[in-house]
């Protein structure tokens, strides 16, 4: 009875009970190559072709990639992604960070003054310490304020120059145009204070008439300052204005000031009217 090999159906030689009978070796070589067709076509069968073909199940890689090209398993390229996605979010939030700290120190450049050269400030100029400038300071229009909130400061403009108490309602200021100086408070000196009274910056003398009567015309008072609570003695800038306008001047804010020095003329005519009569009437 014939026999067959186990893949590929061989039919085998029936052969005799010789186990070195050429049957038997002729039996064993068909096995081996039945076992060897089937082992080549297992491999064969599991393999992809070289162009197409269709792979189920999974690929097993044993490292991860180190060349170009090298496959890799979804793991590693998830891994891979991931780790590059984050890199650019970084770098996108580092240069967004980068951008707006460029234009906060552009922006704080641009409110500074260089501490070197010329330099223009538009707007309001706060310095907290010491200032110190080596060259001239202008302002083109407004004021140099230079103010200390408790001790009040000086105030530059091209109009006039000052000081000004912290509440801004005492002051002694200088007008440029015309350089009158004018004070809220009262004027010390520890010299004299004199008056410009040169012949020479003078026209149009006259003799003060009548002197004695405009002195009778005078009213000197005591009074008490509304905003110092002080006595004093004076005269009222308003009366003396019917007297003698000469001696009375408005200020910028309006208020009236009697030039007290200037009454000495009068007073001296005056002085000299009334030596006169008492000379008559000791003549008698």
Known sequence: MATFTTNYNFALPVVGSDKNAWGNFLNQNWNSLDTLLKTATDTSNAALPKAGGTMTGFITLNANPTAVLHPVTKQYADAADAALSTRVTTAQTTADTAVANAATAQTTANARVPTAGDATKTGALTVTGTFTANGDITATSGRINLIAAANGGVRGSTTEVGFYSSDGLKSCRMTLSSGDFTTTGQVFSGGNVTAASDARLKMDVEQVREALSLVNRMRGVFYTRIDTGENQVGVIAQEMQEVIPQVVHESAS????????????????????????VEKLEAR
């Open 254 to 277: 309006g208020m009236l000031g009697v030039s007290y020095g200037n009454l000495v003329g009068v007073l001296i005519e005056a002085v000299k009217e009334l030596s006169a009569r």
